[in-house]
Nanobody, 126 residues
């Protein structure tokens, strides 16, 4: 059973920063797209950022471009989401997800992901 374990969530003021981590010890990142999604109360789970395969190409949702950065440490089997200039609308449960690469798919769609973490809460206070 593949486990993704998120950490790093918490309470932060508007304009502050947080770094989320996702440990995935069983995965070889070159074979996966690793993504962050988030879900606010009463809303659907939405795509945030993804880092893909061997080349590590990244793609971000428009709502976080220029503020959030996804990265990974292959040696530590960990994916990160650096979140800067946080806004109240960024408050949500953030989930790490893994999609095993097997042809062309839309990596922004949550239905294409094979494994999910349990989520970590991010609260932004104004």
């Amino acid at each position: 059973q593949v486990q993704l374990v998120e950490s790093g969530g918490g309470l932060v003021q508007v304009g502050g920063s947080l770094r989320l981590s996702c440990a995935a010890p069983e995965l070889t990142f070159s074979n996966y797209a690793m993504a962050w999604f988030r879900q606010a109360p009463g809303k659907e789970r939405e795509f945030v950022s993804v880092i893909i395969g061997n080349n590590g190409v990244t793609y971000d949702a428009d709502s976080v471009k220029g503020r959030f950065t996804i990265s990974r440490d292959n040696a530590k089997n960990t994916v990160y989401l650096q979140m800067n200039s946080l806004k109240p609308e960024d408050a949500a449960v953030y989930y790490c997800a893994a999609h095993r690469l097997r042809g062309r798919v839309d990596v922004t769609q949550r239905g294409n992901y094979d494994y999910w973490g349990q989520g970590t809460q991010v609260t932004v206070s104004s």
